[in-house]
């Protein structure tokens, strides 16, 4: 018998072994339960503000696209209710100095009749990742296969995106978390707003996972007797 087996197995809603029971360990991946990140007891409305740019992007409105994918996603796969509103803008001031500033994330919570406010930092960049990479090909002449040094051009999209979670009730910091998302495409001139999406994507599971419960496998080791 599996020692601590009947334990794990009444708590776990889900386990595959990886090896069977003639071996003196059993590997089993589990789905476990997590609660969102932040508690969202009597939280219904969420209002998401502009975001802070690090740098304009020439090819889009970084906080507009930011902004509406993400109401997009929290609405559609974490269930809570968006306030359809023109993003507000936040004052020019050092984040640290704004997030102290209880009263005012009060204010806008009563202004848009918020629940819970979020607000971020952001940044877009590109990167050329272009150079030599060692590629395995057919031999047209003597059909082998051979390894050759090529150059290959490759262009990197890079997304960095810090949230802040702020309670209107009290206008407190709830939470705050940094997200890097990071994607290498072979060739130049890929659409940088899918590019974009791309990234957010990357990161979707984890963001979600703020405001929402969500199931995340672990890997356990349980040993014959």
Do not use: C
Request: glycine share 8%.
């Amino acid at each position: 018998m599996l020692l601590l087996a009947a334990g794990i197995l009444a708590t776990a809603p889900f386990w595959v072994p990886a090896a069977l029971a003639k071996s003196d360990v059993v590997h089993v991946s589990l789905l476990v339960p997590q609660p969102a990140k932040v508690d969202m007891t009597g939280i219904r409305r969420v209002l998401v503000t502009q975001m802070i740019v690090d740098e304009e992007v020439p090819e889009f409105d970084l906080s507009h696209e930011l902004v509406g994918v993400l109401r997009h996603d929290l609405k559609e796969k974490a269930g809570l209710d968006m306030i359809d509103v023109e993003p507000p803008a936040l004052p020019e001031q050092p984040i640290r100095d704004l997030l102290a500033n209880t009263g005012f994330w009060h204010r806008l919570a009563e202004t848009y009749h918020a629940d819970l406010i979020i607000a971020g930092e952001t940044s877009f960049k590109t990167a050329d990742r272009s150079g030599y990479v060692q590629m395995d090909e057919i031999s047209p002449m003597t059909g082998q296969r051979i390894r050759r040094t090529r150059f290959v051009d490759r262009e990197a999209f890079l997304l960095d995106l810090r949230l802040f979670l702020v309670r209107g009730a009290g206008g407190e910091l709830a939470w705050e978390d940094h997200f890097n998302g990071d994607k290498t495409y072979n060739g130049k001139g890929f659409d940088r707003l899918s590019g974009l999406f791309d990234m957010y994507e990357q990161m979707g599971d984890d963001i979600r996972s703020l405001v929402a419960p969500r199931q995340r496998q672990v890997q356990r080791t349980l040993f014959n007797e």
